[in-house]
């Protein structure tokens, strides 16, 4: 019988790289679709405060979507989340709605409202370049009442 305790160890050196990389990875791609979740929700909250009477104009929903995503990324500054959201608010048609007032938007009529955010802002895995630029936008339609 041949000694093998050799051979065991070379092996092990060599799939664990492999091994630590499909975890590394395994985590950055659970994280891109929990972020992707919380920028649809995100888009759900903003058309929720798009559609109520007594949302006066964008900036109550771009307030709404900027204090959701505050809270559930504690660690963004307000800077730093400035600067990775984006919010759209589009009418029936799918023009504009820029700091224009929504009361102008008829009863029962659509609006969209979609939410951006840059991946790396939150993303704890820094340097792999996978993600890199990457944006999850979610687009949440609702009416006006």
Same mark, same amino acid.
């Given at each position: 019988?041949?000694?093998?305790? &050799?051979?065991?160890?070379?092996?092990?050196?060599?799939?664990?790289?492999?091994?630590? #990389?499909?975890? #590394?990875?395994?985590?950055?791609? &659970?994280?891109?679709?929990?972020?992707?979740?919380?920028?649809?929700n995100?888009s759900?909250?903003?058309?929720?405060?798009?559609?109520?009477?007594?949302?006066k104009?964008?900036?109550?929903?771009?307030?709404?979507?900027?204090?959701?995503?505050?809270?559930?990324?504690?660690?963004?500054?307000?800077?730093?989340?400035?600067?990775?959201?984006?919010?759209?608010?589009?009418?029936?048609?799918?023009?504009?709605?820029? &700091?224009?007032?929504?009361?102008?938007?008829?009863?029962?009529?659509?609006?969209?409202?979609?939410?951006?955010?840059?991946?790396?802002?939150?993303?704890?895995?820094? &340097?792999?370049?996978?993600?890199?630029?990457?944006?999850?936008?979610?687009?949440?339609?609702?009416?006006?009442?």
């Open positions: 019988m041949t000694n093998r305790r &050799g051979a065991v160890s070379i092996e092990a050196a060599l799939v664990t790289p492999m091994l630590v #990389i499909i975890l #590394i990875g395994a985590i950055d791609v &659970g994280q891109y679709v929990n972020i992707a979740q919380n920028v649809s995100a759900r909250e903003g058309a929720r405060i798009a559609c109520r009477n007594e949302s104009d964008v900036s109550d929903v771009e307030n709404g979507v900027f204090e959701y995503l505050s809270n559930t990324f504690p660690q963004l500054t307000d800077e730093e989340l400035n600067e990775a959201l984006e919010v759209t608010v589009r009418n029936e048609t799918g023009d504009l709605i820029v &700091g224009a007032s929504l009361a102008a938007v008829p009863s029962g009529s659509p609006i969209s409202v979609e939410v951006s955010l840059e991946f790396d802002s939150v993303r704890w895995l820094q &340097g792999v370049s996978f993600w890199t630029g990457e944006y999850g936008t979610t687009t949440t339609t609702a009416a006006r009442q």
